[in-house]
């Protein structure tokens, strides 16, 4: 059993900035590949960003490269989303994902952009 808790969502303008955390526990963390979901209003979830166990493999989904970047500290449990130069079409519940054989989701945290 792993459980994440994301936070630091919120309203920002279009081209600014804002980091994610998750906290995981229940688990090592360093055992559990982490990744970056969101969800529109009316879309279905996606993939956003992923980061391998010990973090020096990293993946992200085409409309989020050169601008997103997935962190992860170890030491701390945690696994960050840092988002710049945000678009309104980021606009969404941003979720994280904690895999280790089964998949662990959090409760999301709103990210809204506006224009």
């Known amino acids: 059993q792993v459980q994440v808790v994301e936070s630091g969502g919120g309203l920002v303008q279009a081209g600014g900035s804002l980091r994610l955390s998750c906290a995981a526990s229940?688990?090592?963390?360093?055992?559990?590949?982490m990744a970056w979901f969101r969800q529109a209003p009316g879309k279905e979830r996606v993939f956003v960003a992923g980061?391998?166990?010990?973090?020096?493999?990293?993946t992200y989904a085409e409309s989020v490269k050169g601008r997103f970047t997935i962190a992860r500290d170890n030491a701390k449990s945690t696994v960050y989303l840092q988002m710049n130069s945000l678009k309104p079409q980021d606009t969404a519940v941003y979720y994280c994902?904690?895999?280790?054989?089964?998949?662990?989701w959090g409760q999301g945290t709103q990210v809204t952009v506006s224009s």
């Open positions: 994902n904690a895999r280790l054989g089964n998949s662990y």
């Open positions: 229940g688990r090592a963390f360093k055992d559990v590949f």
């Open positions: 980061i391998s166990r010990g973090g020096g493999l990293t």
